[in-house]
């Protein structure tokens, strides 16, 4: 979509619409300018004072809080207003963000350690509050003129807060590009504060409603799954898509870490990495996704993601070097983020309304925060067994995933097409 279009769009909307996603953008742009820096500076500051060897141990618990933060802040719902929480939740974590700096500031270890486990915690929440009050401010119709300008704001703010990091290190400093960091969440408090002066034109009770009806249990979610062969396979697939990122995140982090020893450098790198990421993601969404989805087709498009990181994992395997996992990294963060984000929303069409809505949202609420387990410890298997200097073992770890990631996307589609017609999850469809 055009820029030209994009404005279009934001103008045939009415002003009380503008306003609110006007609000909404800004927040967005600002979460993901900030989580720019904030991503970069952690894992700098943590290879700093820990090692990338002691990263399966970190996503083990970075997994226990996230599980602990998405129990209490499900309770919350139940007792606040959503923009009463939005407001509480930047408070909650701008004073997280101050006393961390100081910390590591003053050269405390451990401050490195939970401010990386931090970050994953800060950026869940502060996202899934945006877009839940898009989900409840926005009608149906109203959401297919909105969300994608609203996505574009948050791809714009992705982008910019990678470039900033990518530039800030070398001449600020990476402490102060947290510092740069708390600024933006100070400023994002202060738009809530003006905003519960509007609090009217969000229809908060009505919010606060549907956050209540909308509330999904992982009980009920895993229920679905486990009774739907079609489910069960979608699930391995994004399980599959998780665990061979968190290996390739590894492998970059220990090599980043084994050739740039200045903190300052390998901030920069970091920022650099992950802007490339979202230049690539943002061509891959507006340029190539839906052309090749809808001329070379639904199974193609699957197949594509685990085909490109089959044939890097193999050239890493004949030639490791740091540029071709820079490769490996980028191709499956880029990928994830455009090509297999669409493709795996049209394999939720042929669900029944039961499935489509429970099945999903633990799919995107549980299984992919939560997928970090089951990789980090394949990850501390193979340390405890091979060492952390073979690492021709962790690029075998991704072909054998990707393989099984293959059969399950061959699987899938084998019996998409077979219930064809049907809706999966009914009695028609196949078991």
């Known amino acids: ?11 045939r909307l009415a002003a009380e619409d503008r306003f609110l996603l006007l609000y909404l953008g800004l927040n967005y742009f600002l979460t993901l300018v900030s989580y720019g820096l904030i991503r970069a500076s952690s894992q700098g500051l943590f290879l700093q004072f820990y090692s990338a060897d002691d990263l399966p141990d970190v996503w083990l618990w970075s997994v226990l809080f996230i599980a602990v ?23 909650f974590f ?9 910390a590591i500031a003053a050269n405390y270890g451990p401050a490195a350690l939970i401010f990386y486990i931090w970050k994953d915690i800060h950026i869940v929440i502060l996202v899934e509050q945006i877009w839940s009050l898009a989900n409840t401010t926005f009608n149906s119709e109203k959401a297919k003129g909105c969300y994608g300008l609203l996505a574009a ?11 900033l990091a ?12 947290v510092v740069v960091a708390v600024v933006i969440l100070s400023v994002l408090a202060l738009i809530q504060t003006g905003m519960l ?64 020893t ?28 839906s052309p090749l989805l809808r001329y070379l087709g639904l199974t193609f498009g699957l197949l594509l993601y685990p085909g490109v990181i089959l044939c890097a994992t193999i050239t890493n395997l004949i030639m490791t070097c740091f540029a071709t996992v820079l490769v490996l990294k980028i191709s499956a963060k880029s990928l994830d983020y455009s090509l297999f984000r669409v493709a795996k929303e049209l394999l939720y069409i042929p669900l029944d309304y039961e499935h489509k809505y429970k099945a999903k949202a633990f799919i995107d609420m549980f299984l992919y925060r939560f997928a970090k387990a089951p990789a980090s410890l394949l990850l501390k298997g193979l340390l405890l067994i091979f060492g952390a200097g073979h690492l021709s073992v962790f690029f075998g770890a991704i072909l054998a995933v990707t ?10 589609t084998r019996l998409r097409r077979s219930a064809s017609g049907t809706r999966v999850g009914s009695t028609k469809a196949p078991p």
């Open 197 to 260: 002066r509007h609090t009217h034109l969000l229809k908060v009770s009505q919010m606060r409603a549907q956050a209540l009806k909308q509330q999904v249990t992982p009980r009920g979610g895993l229920r679905l799954i486990l009774g739907s062969r079609y489910l069960l396979l979608l699930s391995s697939i994004v399980l599959c898509t998780q665990v061979v990122i968190v290996i390739i995140d590894y492998l970059y982090l220990h090599l980043l870490e084994t050739m740039v």
């Open 166 to 177: 990518s530039c800030l290190p070398t001449s600020i400093g990476t402490l102060n590009s």
């Open 1 to 11: 979509m055009s820029i030209r279009r994009f404005l279009a769009t934001y103008f």
């Open 403 to 412: 393989v099984l990631w293959i059969t399950a996307v061959l699987e899938l």
């Open 94 to 102: 701008l004073i997280d963000l101050a006393v961390l700096w100081l």
């Open 262 to 289: 200045d903190l300052d450098r390998r901030t920069q790198i970091i920022g650099m990495i992950y802007s490339a990421v979202n230049i690539v993601t943002l061509v891959l969404q507006v340029i190539i996704a």
């Open 153 to 163: 704001t948050g791809g714009l703010g992705a982008i910019t807060g990678n470039l």
């Open 69 to 91: 933060t998405v129990f209490v802040y499900n309770k919350l719902v139940r007792r606040l207003l959503f923009l009463q929480l939005y407001l509480a939740t930047l408070l």
